[in-house]
């Protein structure tokens, strides 16, 4: 029998497949050819109607996955597959193309839409989610892949163009209720997760943790803020947000949790005093201070009430954490020492009978005068709480 016999016809032409593709001339041969057939709005248009075609066969499109996974699963396919996206990718004209393309594709309505419904299908399915979770993550525990993510990141945002997309994007997003109420429940899913709460927040302090990553986001928000439409959004926004008392309970819950913990709160104290030792931060917020209360008069009344309500509430607080309580006489039992109301009787008549009275920080020293007793200030507040006698009236000056 020769050599090879056993192997069946497929598998002969398989590898004959992959011997032709592995030789980059013939590969060059086959993108030039492509390229030149997509030119040709006509086979384009026949190409995206055939896949349509064999798209909206569920068994097409089951087969076809099927045959895709069976492929990625190979490690010698996905690093053919990757280094070859590598090579398209650094071809700038091949970048302009696909960019031009998914234009082109996302400026038609009907094409978007498919897209979209396309993609709700697919997160639908919780094995793809679970997957693409996994795949995430092996790219993301990969210096090098963060490293190239990061400067495209950074040459698509340094593009005026596609900042001013992006930003238009988000507007329509944001301007639509029930967008925002999906982007809200998604994140509360994801916080509800332990996992992913812990992944998110150590990325987070990685972030916030890198130099020259705090100095981007700041000189970033600097522009943004000194813009005055951006700043009335945002003041509109954070206005919108605080009217509901929903968010202001669990934005007070929250800052409650994170006071109990003496961990965070002294994160919190040492990332305001490094933020306030620096010259140039507490310039700048000064500066902003000012530019606020001179924009916006009502700015300064709306904060002036509100630290007057505080102050109050504090008062009343604790006025009435000082009243005695209202427990009934007692009958009976161990009787007061007479020492308690000689005392109470000379703090009453310090406070009550003489003019001008005495103030509560020489009450101590007034009653060891008069009684040679000791009592600290709070002692002498609870008896005269205690024992005070409305029938005692202030002594008139001019009485002899």
Same mark, same amino acid.
């Given at each position: 029998?020769?050599?090879?016999?056993?192997?069946?016809?497929?598998?002969?032409?398989r590898e004959?497949?992959?011997?032709?593709l592995?030789?980059?001339?013939?590969?060059?041969?086959?993108?030039?050819?492509?390229?030149?057939?997509?030119?040709?709005?006509?086979?384009?248009?026949?190409?995206?109607?055939?896949?349509? *075609?064999?798209?909206?066969?569920?068994?097409?499109?089951?087969?076809?996955?099927?045959?895709?996974?069976?492929?990625?699963?190979?490690?010698?396919?996905?690093?053919?597959?990757?280094e070859?996206?590598?090579?398209?990718?650094?071809?700038?004209?091949?970048?302009?193309?696909?960019?031009?393309?998914? *234009?082109?594709?996302?400026?038609?309505?009907e094409?978007?839409?498919?897209m979209?419904? $396309?993609?709700?299908?697919?997160?639908?399915?919780?094995?793809?989610?679970?997957r693409?979770?996994?795949?995430?993550?092996?790219?993301a525990?990969d210096?090098?892949?963060?490293?190239?993510? $990061?400067? #495209?990141?950074?040459?698509s945002?340094? +593009?005026?163009?596609?900042?001013?997309r992006?930003?238009?994007?988000?507007?329509?997003v944001?301007?639509?209720p029930?967008?925002?109420?999906?982007?809200?429940e998604?994140?509360?899913?994801?916080?509800?997760?332990?996992e992913k709460?812990?992944?998110?927040t150590?990325?987070?302090?990685?972030?916030?943790? +890198?130099?020259?990553?705090r100095?981007?986001?700041?000189? #970033?928000?600097?522009?943004?803020?000194?813009?005055?439409?951006?700043? @009335?959004?945002?003041?509109?926004?954070? *206005?919108?947000?605080?009217a509901?008392?929903e968010?202001?309970?669990?934005?007070?819950?929250?800052?409650?949790?994170?006071?109990?913990?003496?961990?965070?709160?002294?994160?919190m104290?040492?990332?305001?005093?490094?933020?306030w030792?620096?010259?140039?931060?507490?310039?700048r917020?000064?500066?902003?201070m000012?530019? =606020?209360?001179?924009?916006? &008069?009502s700015?300064?009344?709306s904060?002036?009430?509100?630290? @007057?309500?505080?102050?109050?509430?504090?008062?009343?607080?604790v006025q009435?954490?000082?009243?005695?309580?209202?427990? &009934?006489?007692?009958?009976?039992g161990? &009787?007061?020492?007479?020492?308690?109301?000689?005392n =109470?009787?000379?703090i009453?008549?310090?406070?009550?009978?003489l003019v &001008?009275?005495?103030?509560?920080?020489?009450?101590?020293e007034?009653?060891?005068?008069?009684?040679?007793?000791?009592?600290?200030? #709070?002692g002498?507040?609870s008896?005269?709480?205690?024992?005070?006698?409305?029938?005692?009236?202030?002594?008139?000056?001019?009485?002899?």
């Open positions: 029998m020769k050599k090879g016999s056993q192997h069946s016809e497929e598998t002969r032409r004959a497949l992959r011997r032709t592995a030789d980059p001339e013939v590969e060059q041969r086959r993108v030039e050819s492509l390229r030149r057939a997509l030119a040709d709005p006509e086979v384009e248009q026949r190409r995206v109607e055939g896949l349509r *075609r064999a798209l909206a066969d569920p068994e097409v499109c089951e087969r076809r996955t099927e045959g895709l996974r069976r492929a990625l699963a190979n490690p010698e396919v996905r690093k053919r597959r990757s070859s996206m590598k090579r398209v990718w650094a071809d700038p004209e091949a970048r302009k193309r696909r960019s031009e393309s998914m *234009r082109r594709a996302w400026a038609d309505p094409k978007r839409k498919r979209t419904e $396309a993609n709700r299908r697919t997160v639908a399915d919780p094995e793809v989610r679970k693409k979770r996994e795949a995430l993550r092996r790219t525990a210096p090098e892949v963060r490293k190239r993510v $990061a400067e #495209g990141l950074r040459r945002w340094a +593009d005026p163009e596609v900042r001013k992006r930003s238009e994007s988000m507007r329509r944001s301007a639509d029930e967008k925002r109420k999906q982007m809200v998604g994140l509360r899913r994801s916080w509800a997760d332990p709460r812990r992944q998110m150590e990325a987070n302090r990685r972030t916030a943790a +890198d130099p020259e990553v100095k981007r986001v700041a000189e #970033g928000l600097r522009r943004a803020l000194a813009d005055p439409e951006v700043r @009335k959004r945002r003041s509109e926004s954070m *206005r919108r947000v605080w509901d008392p968010v202001r309970r669990r934005r007070s819950e929250s800052m409650r949790r994170i006071s109990a913990d003496p961990e965070k709160r002294k994160q104290v040492e990332g305001l005093r490094r933020s030792a620096d010259p140039e931060v507490r310039k917020r000064s500066e902003s000012r530019r =606020a209360w001179t924009l916006d &008069p700015r300064r009344e904060l002036s009430d509100r630290y @007057k309500n505080m102050w109050a509430e504090h008062r009343a607080k009435a954490a000082r009243q005695p309580s209202a427990k &009934p006489a007692r009958r009976g161990r &009787p007061r020492h007479p020492e308690s109301a000689e =109470a009787a000379v009453i008549e310090a406070r009550d009978g &001008p009275q005495v103030s509560w920080s020489k009450m101590p007034f009653l060891f005068q008069k009684t040679g007793r000791t009592l600290s200030v #709070g002498c507040r008896l005269y709480e205690e024992y005070k006698m409305p029938s005692v009236q202030p002594r008139d000056a001019t009485a002899t």
